[in-house]
């Protein structure tokens, strides 16, 4: 826990998030918005002595104490089930979504095992525990137990700033519903949010990282307003092409512009697939199917953009097995699960380039908005 003692911490201002300086009396605001209140101008200015004392309570070691505007992790409220057909095995799955502790994050459990030991069930949702990124992520542990396609309800937990809870799934893949995530921000709409005592970290840039594989090429770098993803795909298909956008993650942004975007996939694929086990669930209810340039699906695309959304949203997955919320942006072309996962081992490989940090609301009047899940 003792990573969450910072010299520094981002405070979350009305104005914009500024940087404090918690050994001395220091913020110096991290984005270009003009200042007022707090403090008079760009630039850095002094803390009154009790709003300090609040902030290092807020980073006392991340135990209780801490101060009451620091921004903590959650869990959902209730237990949720939710069943499905799995994309690439074609079985019924079932899923139990359940609440849990603080800082024990995401965790898959299988039940269909004839064993209740956790080391052999349990499967934390970290990037080192990818161990296949073929059609879809797959994540497992020493046992040899695995969980695939777990990137969209992945997605959607992280976009809706849930950080802890358990999944109960009777098979090795998480059901792919309509292709999207829509189903999984339902369920956990139905579950509702709960705030747990511990204070939640965040990962923050502190200079960009960038890899390169041929054409595909990525760089995360910082942003201290949250996580932002930029995403371009270039197809040599008419339906597609080149596509482009950048999302800054929230769960609204999430919900209006990411969370209906549906996998996608080509007809000529789909046999090849078949042969090699794969795609057995698949069909126009799950995926956008492409014969050529035309879009299969009786309803057409969601968006003209939808593939590059679906790019975003599986990003947002992919991301989100860095086990803490990221502040930065992450920046990619045609990437896919593999360079995704390939960006974390990079990050957490340099210890230079980022630190955990704790986030607080404004002292005077928490901004309960950056944790809510709206009633629709
Ligand atoms: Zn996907």
């Given at each position: 826990?003792?990573?969450?003692?910072?010299?520094?911490?981002?405070?979350?201002?009305?104005?914009?998030?500024?940087?404090?300086?918690?050994?001395?009396?220091?913020?110096?605001?991290?984005?270009?918005?003009?200042?007022?209140?707090?403090?008079?101008?760009?630039?850095?200015?002094?803390?009154?002595?009790?709003?300090?004392?609040?902030?290092?309570?807020?980073?006392?070691?991340?135990?209780?104490?801490?101060?009451?505007?620091?921004?903590?992790?959650?869990?959902?409220?209730?237990?949720?089930?939710?069943?499905?057909?799995?994309?690439?095995?074609?079985?019924?799955?079932?899923?139990?979504?359940?609440?849990?502790?603080?800082?024990?994050?995401?965790?898959?459990?299988?039940?269909?095992?004839?064993?209740?030991?956790?080391?052999?069930?349990?499967?934390?949702?970290?990037?080192?525990?990818?161990?296949?990124?073929?059609?879809?992520?797959?994540?497992?542990?020493?046992?040899?137990?695995?969980?695939?396609?777990?990137?969209?309800?992945?997605?959607?937990?992280?976009?809706?700033?849930?950080?802890?809870?358990?999944?109960?799934?009777?098979?090795?893949?998480?059901?792919?519903?309509?292709?999207?995530?829509?189903?999984?921000?339902?369920?956990?709409?139905?579950?509702?949010?709960?705030?747990?005592?511990?204070p939640r970290r965040f990962?923050r840039l502190t200079r960009?990282?960038?890899?390169?594989?041929?054409?595909?090429?990525?760089?995360?770098?910082?942003?201290?307003?949250?996580?932002?993803?930029?995403?371009?795909?270039?197809?040599?298909?008419?339906?597609?092409?080149?596509?482009?956008?950048?999302?800054?993650?929230?769960?609204?942004?999430?919900?209006?512009?990411?969370?209906?975007?549906?996998?996608?996939?080509?007809?000529?694929?789909?046999?090849?697939?078949?042969?090699?086990?794969?795609?057995?669930?698949?069909?126009?209810?799950?995926?956008?199917?492409?014969?050529?340039?035309?879009?299969?699906?009786?309803?057409?695309?969601?968006?003209?953009?939808?593939?590059?959304?679906?790019?975003?949203?599986?990003?947002?997955?992919?991301?989100?097995?860095?086990g803490a919320p990221i502040?930065?942006?992450?920046?990619?072309?045609?990437?896919?699960?593999?360079?995704?996962?390939?960006?974390?081992?990079?990050?957490?490989?340099?210890?230079?380039?980022?630190?955990?940090?704790?986030?607080?609301?404004?002292?005077?009047?928490?901004?309960?908005?950056?944790?809510?899940?709206?009633?629709?």
């Amino acid at each position: 826990m003792s990573g969450y003692l910072a010299p520094e911490c981002l405070l979350e201002m009305p104005t914009g998030i500024w940087r404090v300086d918690l050994r001395g009396r220091t913020v110096r605001k991290t984005d270009h918005e003009k200042a007022t209140g707090l403090v008079a101008a760009e630039g850095s200015a002094t803390l009154p002595e009790q709003k300090l004392t609040k902030l290092r309570l807020a980073h006392a070691n991340g135990a209780e104490p801490v101060g009451p505007n620091v921004i903590r992790q959650t869990t959902i409220s209730t237990s949720v089930e939710l069943s499905g057909i799995s994309l690439h095995k074609g079985t019924m799955v079932q899923l139990v979504l359940k609440p849990a502790e603080a800082d024990s994050g995401i965790v898959f459990r299988r039940t269909d095992l004839a064993t209740d030991d956790v080391e052999v069930t349990d499967v934390a949702a970290r990037y080192d525990t990818v161990c296949d990124t073929t059609m879809c992520t797959v994540i497992g542990n020493a046992a040899g137990t695995t969980i695939g396609t777990i990137e969209h309800i992945m997605a959607a937990i992280s976009a809706l700033r849930i950080d802890n809870l358990l999944i109960e799934i009777d098979a090795h893949e998480v059901p792919v519903m309509d292709g999207s995530s829509d189903a999984f921000v339902a369920a956990l709409d139905q579950a509702g949010l709960s705030e747990l005592p511990a204070p939640r970290r965040f990962i923050r840039l502190t200079r960009s990282i960038a890899i390169e594989d041929g054409a595909k090429n990525a760089e995360l770098s910082p942003n201290d307003d949250g996580l932002r993803v930029e995403f371009s795909i270039d197809f040599d298909n008419k339906v597609i092409g080149r596509q482009e956008l950048g999302v800054d993650v929230s769960p609204e942004s999430f919900r209006g512009d990411v969370s209906n975007a549906r996998t996608f996939g080509f007809l000529e694929d789909y046999e090849k697939l078949r042969s090699l086990g794969l795609a057995h669930g698949a069909s126009l209810d799950n995926a956008v199917v492409l014969d050529g340039d035309k879009v299969m699906n009786e309803g057409g695309l969601r968006a003209p953009d939808e593939f590059v959304r679906h790019k975003i949203l599986d990003a947002i997955g992919d991301l989100s097995l860095a086990g803490a919320p990221i502040l930065g942006c992450y920046r990619a072309s045609r990437a896919g699960h593999a360079f995704n996962n390939q960006m974390l081992h990079a990050l957490f490989a340099d210890q230079t380039a980022w630190e955990y940090v704790t986030l607080c609301h404004e002292a005077a009047k928490p901004d309960m908005s950056r944790i809510a899940i709206s009633a629709d």
